[in-house]
């Protein structure tokens, strides 16, 4: 029989999809469960299995088009039961016509490039198939005149990459960088337009979002990470090996922050027009850096988790993260946040809050510089804590205190202790 896949619900607030990458093309046979495409919704960008093993009759939706929950985006040819109900709509044979012709969401608005968006014809392109053409110096004039083999003669990512091997004299066109691109096909003094990625879309509205809705006040402070750095030298090589991934200083600094959440509770809560929302459970969201982007998933009630657990949870999650993993419900529902920019070797930086949360805490790199200790000079691995606020809801003193605290609890660690 004929089984419609759809687009899968990937979290309660979520209503629709983007297909970034179709892994697989009509006629391909697919194992249950198997990898088929690549979707992105506006929390998180995440690899979509098969939900029926079979061959895929026709792929209903192109890369670059945004569907609502539900509708359908594959056909596939399968001989499982009824089993696969509640996956999608198995359709019979004889409406395998109407199945391939489904009603799909409007397509989004066209990517511009130079200010053209589309062809005298009225062909729409996709995001991706938008960047591949920029990365090759392709221009719109010629770009419309290469076949498409999608949905109503849509030109698809393996259209294009085709057209650009024959065009190379057969050889696989290797992408370069934007910047290369810039150089080899923008004249100096003229602009390169880079359509916006979905990621990079969301990103910016959940920035310019916070920034209109909370008063940022920014504050900063040292720590000196000295008793902790003894903790990791000693115990590094033998957590590695019984837990399977190295210890970061990232489990102690959320354990000290969960504990200086307790003691100002303001810090862990929203406001809407009328009314504060104090939560006393501790979804501790940390920052991780994706491809083309940033994401913010949570740890859940980080303050019932060990500092073992936390991190096995925290580096659970950016492995999840990167490898699109993650699902979307993981990243709602967080109460305070955390950005780790110093892995990059930055020292201190402001970070913007995370809405509808009220604070943010940024960690630095630690450094060892001089440092005076009871009069004298002292080597200590130091690092910079800045927590911004918001200042509609938190004042200085109550933020300056929370950051103290933090300090505190962390250069508090006993040196000795084992994991």
Do not use: C
């Not at 990458?21 to 929390?43: F, H, P």
């Amino acid at each position: 029989m004929k089984f419609e896949m759809v687009m899968p619900k990937m979290g309660e607030s979520i209503t629709e999809g983007t297909i970034l990458k179709w892994l697989k093309k009509a006629g391909d046979t697919v194992e249950k469960d198997e990898i088929i495409l690549e979707i992105s919704t506006d929390k998180v960008d995440s690899e979509i299995p098969t939900p029926v093993p079979g061959t895929i009759v026709e792929l209903l939706a192109a890369e670059g088009d945004t569907v609502e929950v539900g509708l359908p985006i594959a056909i596939i040819e399968t001989e499982a039961g009824a089993d696969v109900q509640a996956a999608g709509k198995p359709e019979p044979a004889e409406e395998s016509q109407q199945a391939a012709e489904p009603t799909t969401a409007p397509a989004p608005a066209p990517v511009k490039k130079s200010g053209e968006a589309k062809s005298s014809a009225s062909r729409f392109y996709s995001p991706v198939v938008m960047n591949i053409a920029a990365e090759h110096g392709l221009p719109m004039s010629e770009l419309e005149t290469i076949p498409g083999s999608g949905l109503n003669g849509r030109l698809t990512k393996k259209d294009i990459l085709a057209y650009l091997k024959t065009r190379t004299g057969g050889t696989s066109p290797a992408p370069v960088s934007s910047a290369a691109s810039a150089a080899s096909s923008i004249k100096a003094g003229q602009t390169e337009a880079i359509p916006l990625d979905n990621m990079r879309k969301k990103i910016a509205e959940h920035m310019v979002h916070s920034k209109h809705t909370s008063a940022h006040v920014s504050l900063y402070t040292e720590v000196d990470m000295h008793n902790i750095y003894r903790i990791r030298e000693r115990n590094k090589t033998s957590f590695k090996k019984k837990q399977g991934f190295s210890l970061t200083y990232m489990p102690f600094i959320v354990e000290a922050t969960v504990k200086a959440l307790k003691e100002y509770p303001l810090l862990n809560a929203q406001m809407d027009a009328e009314r504060i929302l104090v939560k006393y459970f501790y979804n501790i969201g940390i920052a991780v850096a994706v491809e083309n982007g940033l994401i913010v998933p949570n740890v859940f009630n980080a303050d019932e988790k060990s500092l073992v657990g936390l991190a096995r949870a925290i580096a659970d999650l950016a492995t999840r993260a990167r490898t699109k993993k993650l699902q979307p419900d993981e990243l709602s529902n967080g109460t305070f946040s955390i950005s780790n920019f110093g892995v990059y070797g930055t020292t201190i930086g402001f970070p913007i809050i995370n809405q509808p949360q009220v604070a943010i805490l940024g960690v630095g790199a630690i450094k060892k510089r001089p440092v005076v200790i009871n009069d004298a000079i002292a080597i200590r691995p130091i690092m910079y804590l800045a927590l911004t606020i918001d200042h509609r809801l938190i004042d200085g003193a109550m933020g300056s205190q929370f950051l103290e605290h933090i300090r505190e609890l962390l250069e508090e660690y006993d040196p000795d202790m084992d994991i």
